[in-house]
């Protein structure tokens, strides 16, 4: 990867880079569209890193298609698929941790702990080995993005690193490779998850700025269906993921929950007029 990638430089390339954990869907293949319209050449990896999934969390069981994968990749003109094997990413002995400590500790970070060490660390070592000039990373995983955003500023590691918007099925459920775990009906009651952001926008809209009132609103969306079991659901400011009290500027309101045993999460951005 390194060679072919200084290569790429020496001949005056710019790379684009979109890490994934595969089984990819439109989503994922937004994101390469943006690294290949921003840049001469695109990587994509794939690689389901061990590092970032707790215990009893889904790592065993995480949907993969490897060939059907290299053929969409193939298909959007992508030139490098960087497919790193576990024992290359952490060889024996392995004992180092990449750490932001703030942008972390709430949201996801609250509820997975060791999780964003686990994405810090294998993005680092992604970084160091194509060494892109530009990453591109889903609005989904919104904390993941402010995480990684903090990482290059504070590592000076001159990437920039853009976010790209949720893609969402025709009925709003945002895409994600872990919708491939539900079955009918809980497919079904997940749909109250992009319900209850547009719920949360429109209050917003008619004045509500108070951001307890417009969790209780998204709550009471979540909680018409049984189905599912709030993690949490919280506003934050965007840029340092801490709670705040009111919509002042944009702030981003996030969510995760359990569907049977999926854990889904969702956001969108509460913009002040
Ligand atoms: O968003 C993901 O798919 C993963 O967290 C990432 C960024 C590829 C790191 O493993």
Redesign the pocket.
Known sequence: MRVWADDARRAGRRIGFV???GFLHEGHLTLVREARSRCDACVVSI?V?PL?FGPGEDLDRYPRDEQGDKAKLEAEGVEVLYSPTGDSMYGAGFQTAVSVTEVTKGLCGAGRPGHFDG?TT??AKLFNAVRPDEAV?GEK?YQ?LATIRRLVVDLDLGIAIVGVPIVREADGLAMSSRNAYLSEDEREAALALSRSLSEARRALRSGERETAVLIDRVRAVLATEPLLQVEYTEIVDADSIQPVDRIDKSARLALAVHVGNTRLIDNTLLAAA
């Open positions: 890490p994934t954990m690689f890193n970032q994405v294998v993005v990373f995983d993941q």
